[in-house]
């Protein structure tokens, strides 16, 4: 879709010198030896296809009346000088020079505390949280039985580098982003995020400025202010909340406002066809409540009001109709149905990294209406459905699925408005610990969307031979295929190293118009790089892809594409 969320920013940051990334190396298991006969004793088991880590050092079984008695941090640092291969000035240097989190943070974001009954969900969901914040590599819950049964716990984590002078660039389907400035994500240690860089892409150039407080005095309230200043408009965005950020928290509330003016662009062909000038403004306030969780499943309701301005202003380089004008001011109500079942893996979105993989259930529904007698504008009923879910069916065989509904019905008009539909299918085939197929089919449906929207194919969203944006039209397919690689190698003791050779076959078309293709289904082969972050970073993959487009007699395409992204999985 062209028209690009505000909320989101690709980046891919380059840090100098040593500041790049990094790797945790996971904790050692606490060991003691079997005083007491309530004591278990197990041992880790053999790795396997499911590259399910759950297995390795689990949590003794909760036995009655059982109390946590002692909380102790391990807090380790950014690199393992007690390993050789890190043991040189330059780390020794970057160790001296980082500020530790906080003790005061970790306990924080912790869900027990000494004195309470002893709950393994608890400390699992802890350790889940804890490798949620950006300025962790990773993290590890320990707990041992004494011999009355009650419970020490040990709490494991690794320090990422977060002070970055950050130089940025990346490149998709031909186009070039960039961005320079400074970012800070754990400021002075108290886990808040500070950052001011000066970004350009192909629609902008501006200044932006970002403060994200995740725990505000020390609370479970959120705050987060940005500010930008684009060479086409400013925005603004302020987000205060108290989130649901347990499975156990029965309430949430929040506001929101967000405003933002903007240069927006058409494409045919990966050439912008057309540009508008769009003026957004939001705000929200809401409150839901939980149920408390029931055999491994919590609903979650949501009622609020929200109000949509967005204007659109034709310019010099308009050269299509410009969307009308649309206001949307509603109540609505929400609801999430979520099952709490998770695991810990390894190398499926990551390389060799914990990663927490929810096996059930997360279905999200709303349902608003925006009457013209409070918007000034044509009545709507606004929807939206999300659903996911992933399962094993085998040793080694994972699916995941992820649907998507939303979009309007214009009670005046009597029809659907700017409605999009999406469905996902990937399935992993891990032949061995390092070595998987992958693939992914994702299907696109959109009917009656406005002059700001489209549906797009091209370099940044799967077909990566060819052009950002390069076919257009009501609805799309696309199937990725991949042999990858994680191979358990520190670049530079900063990265771990993966690889891919992929297939890209897809299509983007209208029902009963032509988008200048004739209809041709496109194809490209291509081999990629993939560097995980392990020093800071962490959580994001940088891609360095080259693909080949198959059967192009188009000469608009170049023979040979070169991508450098970075995004959120391998």
């Not at 690199?79 to 890190?86: I, Q, R, S, V």
């Not at 029931?294 to 309701?301: E, F, I, K, P, V």
Request: glycine share 6%; proline share 3%; charged share 25%.
């Amino acid at each position: 879709m062209a028209h690009k969320q505000s909320f989101h920013l690709y980046r891919f940051s380059i840090a100098l010198g040593v500041f790049c990334a990094p790797i945790l190396y996971a904790a050692e298991s606490i060991k003691s030896a079997n005083f007491c006969q309530n004591q278990r004793v197990v041992h880790a088991a053999d790795n396997n296809l499911r590259r399910q880590l759950d297995t390795e050092n689990p949590l003794p079984v909760a036995t009655q009346n059982a109390k946590i008695t002692s909380i102790e941090l391990e807090q380790l640092n950014v690199f393992n000088t007690e390993l050789e291969e890190e043991n040189n000035a330059l780390f020794r240097f970057a160790n001296r020079a980082h500020i530790t989190t906080e003790p005061e943070v970790i306990k924080n974001l912790l869900l027990f505390s000494i004195g309470e009954d002893y709950q393994p969900r608890k400390l699992r969901e802890s350790e889940r949280l804890l490798r949620q914040q950006g300025y962790l590599y990773d993290a590890r819950i320990r707990a041992q039985l004494d011999c009355d049964g009650h419970v020490a716990v040990t709490v494991i984590t690794r320090d990422l580098w977060t002070l970055l002078p950050e130089i940025s660039f990346s490149r998709s389907g031909g186009e070039n982003r960039s961005s320079i400035g400074f970012r800070e994500s754990n400021f002075l240690g108290w886990g808040k995020r500070l950052s001011f860089s000066r970004t350009t892409d192909t629609d902008r150039t501006g200044y932006l400025f970002v403060y994200d407080d995740p725990n505000i005095l020390s609370s479970r309230y959120r705050g987060r202010l940005e500010y930008s200043d684009n060479n086409d408009g400013k925005r603004h965005y302020l987000d205060l909340s108290y989130p649901f950020f347990s499975v156990d928290t029965p309430f949430s509330y929040g506001l929101l406002s967000y405003s933002d003016q903007r240069i927006e662009s058409l494409y045919y062909r990966g050439d912008v066809s057309s540009e508008f000038q769009q003026k957004t403004q939001l705000n929200r306030l809401y409150f839901g409540h939980s149920k408390p969780l029931n055999d491994s499943w919590t609903q979650r309701l949501s009622v609020g009001i929200e109000h949509r301005d967005e204007r659109f202003t034709a310019l010099n380089s308009t050269t299509t109709p410009v969307a009308d004008n649309r206001v949307l001011s509603y109540p609505y109500i929400s609801a999430q149905w979520f099952e709490d079942r998770y695991i810990k893996v390894r190398n499926f979105d990551s390389i060799y990294r914990t990663e927490d993989l929810s096996l059930g259930w997360n279905i999200d529904a709303l349902l608003g209406y925006s009457s013209d007698d409070l918007s000034d504008d044509d009545s709507r009923a606004i929807y939206s459905l999300s659903l996911s879910k992933a399962h094993f069916s085998g040793n080694n065989q994972l699916w995941r699925f992820n649907a998507d509904l939303d979009g309007y019905w214009n009670q005046q008009d009597s029809q659907v408005e700017n409605l999009i539909a999406s469905t996902q299918i990937q399935y992993y085939l891990n032949t061995s610990i390092d070595q998987s197929w992958y693939a992914k089919v994702r299907l696109q449906y959109a009917n009656n969307l406005t002059a700001d929207k489209q549906l797009t194919l091209g370099g940044e969203n799967g077909l990566r031979g060819y052009p950002l944006n390069y076919q257009v039209g009501d609805r799309s397919f696309l199937v990725s295929i991949e042999k990858r690689y994680y191979w358990e190698y520190d670049l530079l003791q900063l990265f771990k190293v993966g690889g891919a050779a992929f297939l890209d076959i897809g299509r983007a078309w209208h029902h009963q118009q032509d988008n200048g293709h004739n209809g041709h289904v496109l194809k490209d082969v291509g081999i990629g790089l993939r560097l995980a972050p392990s020093r800071a970073n962490a959580g994001t993959v940088i891609h360095f892809d080259v693909a080949v487009p198959i059967d192009n007699n188009s000469q608009d395409v170049d023979s040979l594409q070169w991508l450098v992204t970075v995004k959120n999985a391998f």
